[in-house]
């Protein structure tokens, strides 16, 4: 009995921490050229949110639509950022007097962006399960990706 016990506390232990890692399945649309590289941060952290990134990847881009997967998330909100470096230095380049982003990027949920970055909240998603999300891909902040 007392083995019994053990064996089925390890495999419920172990199926129960199975159901609760997820996958995030990204599909970010919107290129306009195949230059550089495709640059992705996920954040848990309202206070980390475009600063900071929890899990990130670097794609290259070889059409108008790349996909990609982030495995084994834990039950949580998270927040998505991605951003088109076209000259592939790592850096999101912005200009003017604002500094505005002059490489294309985006957020999870595609939020309006007309007077600057999304909040956390904003783009927040709850990954709970499998998901699939797309974000479409915007070249300024004067774009309601609603739209």
Known sequence: FFLTLIFFTMFSGYSQSIKNKHSLNITVTNFKNT??????????????????CLFS???SIEDDNVSL???????????????????????LETSGLFGFPSEPFGFSKNPSVRFGPPSFKKSAIMVNDDKNITIK??????????L
């Open 35 to 52: 230059k550089g590289s495709l640059r992705v941060c996920i954040t848990n952290q309202k206070n980390n949110f475009l600063k900071e």
């Open 137 to 146: 891909i915007a070249t300024h902040f004067f774009l309601n990706l609603n």
């Open 69 to 91: 997967s982030f495995e084994n998330l834990k039950n949580g909100t998270y927040a998505v950022s991605v951003y088109h470096d076209e000259n592939n230095n790592g850096i």
């Open 57 to 59: 990847q670097i794609v």
